[in-house]
């Protein structure tokens, strides 16, 4: 057995994608799988990720999308962490794949879906944990009489309401494959939302909010946004983390959380939290040496690439 970790390449994105399909994800076809790892954003990336292969053979895959951001007026440089599949053969490898890419410097990494024993593995990489408090936002009983609010997912209309730094998500994001678009406008205020569906059974149940421009807007068109997603998307209920939207607004309620990890880790209680995603919002983890939590957001990553996911 002739085992080597290597970066993937570009030569190496179709037998990469055939792997995640066979071993990760089969409701997502070879061709999404190699869509997903191309970001729709331009970035400096130096790969896709990193492989482990038998000889020839493709046996495991850490996927990684990169992005450059910027935060507090500096340039910073971004690797999130997306899909993880290793044959059952050799998972005793599988950390080998992880370690390569936290080698790399000069990046803040984020994990947007660790499950099980990976949540305790980041935590002793010294991950920490993102505050995911949210909220269930239900579509109104009955149709709202105001006529205040018009919401568009009409990309020449987005184009045409949005400008500097919001612009430039939304075109960064247009192609992405899991990401959906669009803007709330109230008289010459505006709001540019990104969304994903999340499935259940094979049913888009519900939405998950991932950029809201104008938190103050957003609050007082939950109404007629969560009906709109309802009859539009099929989304029976509307998500959305308190750290995007500010405060709660009225008529949601609060998905329970976990109690706060902090300082050192509790293996029992991450432990816990590693087994039970609590509500519907799964944890999620950045590691930097300088980024606060607040400076950690959701976007350039798998949440907007990967679909069904």
């Given at each position: 057995m002739?085992l080597?970790?290597s970066p993937?390449?570009?030569?190496?994105?179709?037998?990469v994608?055939?792997f995640?399909?066979?071993n990760?994800?089969?409701r997502l076809?070879?061709s999404e799988?190699r869509?997903?790892m191309?970001?729709?954003w331009?970035?400096?990336?130096?790969?896709?990720?990193?492989?482990l292969?038998?000889g020839q053979r493709?046996?495991g895959?850490?996927?990684?999308l990169?992005s450059?951001?910027t935060?507090?007026?500096r340039t910073?440089r971004?690797c999130n962490?997306?899909s993880?599949?290793?044959?059952?053969?050799?998972r005793?490898?599988?950390?080998?794949?992880?370690?390569?890419?936290?080698?790399?410097d000069?990046y803040?990494f984020?994990d947007l879906g660790?499950?099980?024993n990976?949540i305790?593995?980041?935590?002793?990489m010294?991950?920490r944990?993102l505050?995911t408090s949210a909220v269930v936002i239900p579509?109104?009983l009955w149709?709202?009489?105001?006529?205040r609010?018009?919401?568009s997912a009409?990309?020449?209309?987005?184009?045409?309401?949005?400008v500097?730094?919001?612009l430039?998500?939304?075109?960064?994001?247009?192609?992405?494959?899991?990401?959906?678009?669009l803007?709330?406008?109230?008289?010459?205020e505006?709001?540019?939302?990104?969304?994903r569906?999340?499935?259940?059974r094979?049913?888009?149940?519900?939405?998950?909010?991932?950029?809201?421009?104008?938190p103050?807007l957003f609050?007082?068109a939950t109404g007629?946004l969560a009906?709109?997603l309802?009859?539009r998307?099929?989304a029976v209920?509307t998500?959305a983390?308190?750290r995007?939207?500010?405060?709660?607004?009225?008529?949601?309620?609060?998905?329970p959380?976990p109690?706060?990890i902090?300082?050192k880790?509790?293996?029992?209680?991450i432990?816990?939290?590693?087994r039970?995603?609590?509500?519907?919002?799964p944890?999620?983890?950045?590691?930097?040496?300088?980024?606060?939590?607040?400076q950690v957001?959701e976007?350039?990553?798998e949440?907007?690439?990967?679909?069904?996911?």
């Amino acid at each position: 057995m002739s085992l080597e970790i290597s970066p993937i390449g570009n030569a190496d994105l179709d037998a990469v994608a055939s792997f995640l399909h066979r071993n990760l994800n089969k409701r997502l076809s070879a061709s999404e799988w190699r869509g997903a790892m191309s970001a729709s954003w331009k970035s400096d990336a130096p790969n896709y990720g990193f492989m482990l292969r038998d000889g020839q053979r493709v046996v495991g895959a850490y996927l990684a999308l990169y992005s450059e951001r910027t935060v507090a007026g500096r340039t910073e440089r971004f690797c999130n962490l997306a899909s993880w599949a290793v044959h059952k053969d050799f998972r005793i490898h599988s950390v080998r794949l992880l370690k390569a890419l936290l080698a790399q410097d000069g990046y803040h990494f984020t994990d947007l879906g660790p499950t099980g024993n990976v949540i305790s593995l980041n935590s002793r990489m010294k991950f920490r944990f993102l505050d995911t408090s949210a909220v269930v936002i239900p579509p109104p009983l009955w149709p709202s009489l105001s006529r205040r609010t018009r919401i568009s997912a009409d990309p020449e209309v987005i184009e045409s309401v949005l400008v500097g730094p919001e612009l430039g998500l939304y075109r960064d994001h247009a192609q992405a494959a899991a990401a959906r678009h669009l803007v709330l406008i109230q008289g010459s205020e505006s709001c540019y939302v990104m969304f994903r569906q999340r499935w259940w059974r094979r049913v888009p149940f519900f939405v998950a909010i991932l950029h809201v421009s104008n938190p103050e807007l957003f609050q007082h068109a939950t109404g007629p946004l969560a009906r709109y997603l309802l009859f539009r998307h099929r989304a029976v209920v509307t998500v959305a983390e308190l750290r995007l939207i500010g405060r709660k607004p009225r008529f949601s309620f609060r998905l329970p959380q976990p109690k706060a990890i902090t300082g050192k880790h509790d293996p029992w209680l991450i432990r816990d939290y590693s087994r039970r995603y609590y509500g519907t919002i799964p944890p999620k983890m950045y590691r930097s040496a300088s980024l606060e939590p607040e400076q950690v957001d959701e976007l350039y990553s798998e949440l907007v690439c990967i679909p069904r996911w």
